[in-house]
C-alpha cells in the first residue's frame, strides 16, 4: 500500500521537510555519494505559480544531510525566452540561494537530451533532459495548482519541464493527457513533494493563492497527486490524468486505497478553471449537462491551443445538452447531433481535435 504524508509547515521549512519525509518513508532511499536531482515547477512565468525556494532549499540540505554527493535542481521552463527565464530566477533569487548551499542549478534546455522515438502516445521524436534520467534520486517537487487541461497540475505533470523546450506543445499536439503518462513511464520519480504552503486556484498561473499550510508526500507521484487533488475539492476518479496514471501502473490513484501519515485530509473546494471560465473567456457559451471532467478536460486543452485563433462562440458537452444550432458539439455523447453540427466525435474527444474545430476546421464526416 503507497503511504502519503500530509505534514504542517510552520515557520521551519527544513524541519517541515524532513518530518515530511520521514513520515513518507523517504528516509534511506538517498545512498551516500547518490546524485540527487531536484525537479521544482519553476516555471518563468509567474513567481507566485511556482515551487517555493524555501521548499527546494529544504530538500537540498535534506538530501546533503542524508548522504548525497551532489545535489542539482534542474528545470525546463516553459519556453518564455532566455531573458524572461534569467529575470524569473533572478526575482526569485534562486542562483545566490542554492550556490550559498553548494548546489548547482541546470537549466535543462542548455542541457544533454536524451532521444526516444516512435513512442506509443507521444510525439515522433522527444528529447529528456539525461540529468533527470541518470540522477540516482529524483526529487519531484511541484506546488499545488489546478490547471485548466490537466485540473491539476502536480507531480505527474511536472515531468514535462525534463522535455526540450519544442516537445512540450507537441505533447499538445499528440494529446496531452497520454502524452505526459507515456512521458512518466520513462521518467523515474523516487521522492515526490507538492508544496501545498499555498495552493493556486482559479488558473494554474494567474490564480489566486489560498494559503494551506501543508507539505504533501509520498514515494509514488500517483498517490502525492492523489492526496493533493482530493485535497482541494477533486476526490478518487475525478482527475482523469491520475486514472490513466494509474492504469499505466504508475501508481495508486484511489484515495481509499493509501495509507496517510500525519495530518488528517480535510477536503476544501478551491476554484477551478472550469469555474473561471466565464472570466478567461467571457465571449464563450458553454452548454454543459453532464459532460464529465475528461471532457471539459479536452475543451480547457483546445482552449489553450486555439488560443486568438478562436472563432466559435458556443459550445455544447455532456449528454443532458440541447446545443445551439450554431454550436460546436463535443463527444460521443452527443451523437445524435453530428449529422447537423459541427462536432468532434470521441470519448473523450481529443484536445488537439478540438483546438482545431475551434478554429472553424471543417467538422469530421
Ligand atoms: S463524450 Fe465521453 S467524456 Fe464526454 S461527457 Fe460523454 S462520456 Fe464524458
Redesign the pocket.
Known amino acids: 500500500m503507497s503511504r502519503v504524508s500530509i505534514s504542517k509547515v510552520g515557520t521551519d521549512v527544513d524541519a517541515a521537510f524532513a518530518l515530511a519525509m520521514e513520515r513518507a518513508g523517504c528516509v534511506g532511499v538517498i545512498k551516500a555519494g547518490n546524485r540527487v536531482v531536484i525537479k521544482p515547477n519553476w516555471n518563468a512565468c509567474a513567481i507566485a505559480g511556482s515551487t517555493k525556494l524555501a521548499v527546494v532549499v529544504a530538500a537540498c540540505r535534506w538530501a546533503q544531510a542524508q548522504g548525497a554527493g551532489e545535489v542539482i535542481v534542474g528545470e525546463g521552463p516553459v519556453p518564455v525566452g532566455r531573458e524572461k527565464i534569467e529575470s524569473y530566477l533572478a526575482a526569485m533569487g534562486a542562483h545566490a540561494a542554492l550556490a550559498a548551499i553548494g548546489v548547482r542549478f541546470v537549466l535543462f534546455d542548455d542541457a544533454e537530451h536524451v532521444l526516444f522515438r516512435d513512442r506509443e502516445n507521444l510525439p515522433p521524436e522527444i528529447g529528456i533532459a539525461k540529468l533527470a534520467l541518470e540522477c540516482d534520486v529524483l526529487i519531484n517537487i511541484p506546488i499545488l495548482k489546478v490547471h485548466s487541461c490537466c485540473l491539476t497540475t502536480l507531480c505527474v505533470k511536472n515531468l514535462k519541464g525534463c522535455l526540450r523546450p519544442p516537445d512540450k506543445m507537441a505533447f499538445h499536439r499528440v494529446g496531452l493527457l497520454p502524452a505526459v503518462v507515456a512521458l512518466n513511464r520513462l521518467v523515474p520519480s523516487q521522492i515526490n513533494v507538492v508544496d501545498a504552503i499555498e495552493a493556486m486556484e482559479g488558473d494554474h498561473n494567474r490564480g489566486r493563492l489560498v494559503p494551506l499550510g501543508l507539505l504533501i508526500a509520498s514515494r509514488d507521484r500517483v498517490a502525492a497527486d492523489a492526496v493533493a487533488s482530493a485535497l482541494i475539492g477533486l476526490p478518487s476518479g475525478k482527475v482523469p490524468l491520475l486514472k490513466m496514471a494509474a492504469e499505466a501502473g504508475l501508481g495508486e490513484h484511489r484515495v481509499e486505497k493509501l495509507e496517510i501519515a500525519g495530518e488528517p485530509l480535510v477536503p476544501q473546494r478551491l476554484e477551478f478553471p472550469q469555474d473561471s471560465l466565464k472570466r478567461h473567456y467571457p465571449d464563450l457559451d458553454i452548454q454543459d449537462d ?3 471532467s ?2 471539459q478536460a479536452a475543451l480547457m486543452d483546445g482552449l489553450y491551443v486555439a488560443g486568438g485563433n478562436r472563432k466559435v462562440k458556443k459550445v455544447a ?3 443532458k445538452s440541447k446545443p445551439a444550432e450554431d454550436a460546436l458539439v ?4 452527443l451523437s445524435k447531433h453530428f449529422a447537423t453540427h459541427a462536432h468532434v466525435p ?4 481529443d484536445g488537439t481535435a478540438v483546438a482545431c474545430a475551434l478554429q472553424g476546421c471543417v467538422p469530421e464526416a
Open positions: 453532464g459532460a464529465c475528461a471532457c458537452m455532456g449528454a463535443l463527444g460521443k455523447c470521441g470519448c473523450p474527444p
